[in-house]
């Protein structure tokens, strides 16, 4: 099986539907939300690794495509028996061209992983859907939740449901898009203003995170964190929480 290509399930199913779902809002964009649980083939280095050790917790933070088929990943590892040494273990997988250790704490490791090989699906290029950063991966499956327009969301499970690859619905959210500026704080204002100019949330990113942070004046943690709580202001009233 080569990279990128999933394995064969026996199909995704109807999602499922909310009380809100019927159609948009009169006068206002609206939104889906889902949450997929993705069976990555088990030649990628994230499943190969996480299904070598089920009992640790990977986390992938941010990644972007270099260009020339290498994808560089941003990821924490953690484990709750206090083991480390990920980083170089993480060497030895096909396709992984360079790691390099971040930070290490007792049974935590943050890694920069240089990839070559094809991890993308290309379906959510094509309908410029992204994923939400942090996303868990255990035991060789990823959990996604991919935020967007509801015609391009709906497009997107069509194409499950059609044509599943290993990819599972867990759940779908309807409701209208909400307004940044009654949400975030005038500081995370800034940063996601920033944060879209320097083409961080294109498809594909055109800045890492760790490229990103100095160019703001914080640290890559503390960014991470911003950015996740943002993203998190502006989901969950998409999803009706």
Known sequence: MTPGAFPRTSGVGAPPKTAREGGALAGRSSVLSCRLKV??????WLSAFTMAHPEVRL????RMELGKGL????????????EGGWSEELR?????KDVELVDASEGSESCRVVYRGKTFIPLL???KLLRHFPFPVQNGVATWTVVGPEERVRALLKA?????AG???DAVHHGPLPTATSILTPRQQQILRRAIAEGYFDVPRRISLTELAPKIGVAISTLS???AVIEKKIVEPAAGR
């Open 225 to 227: 964190v911003t950015l």
């Open 167 to 169: 990819v599972q619905v």
């Open 125 to 127: 290029k094509e309908l």
């Open 92 to 96: 030895r997988f096909t396709g992984v």
């Open 59 to 62: 986390e992938v933070r941010d």
């Open 71 to 82: 994808t560089l990943f941003d990821v924490s590892v953690q484990s709750e028996n206090g």
């Open 39 to 44: 069976t990555l083939p088990p030649t990628l």
């Open 160 to 164: 499950l449901e059609n044509d599943a």
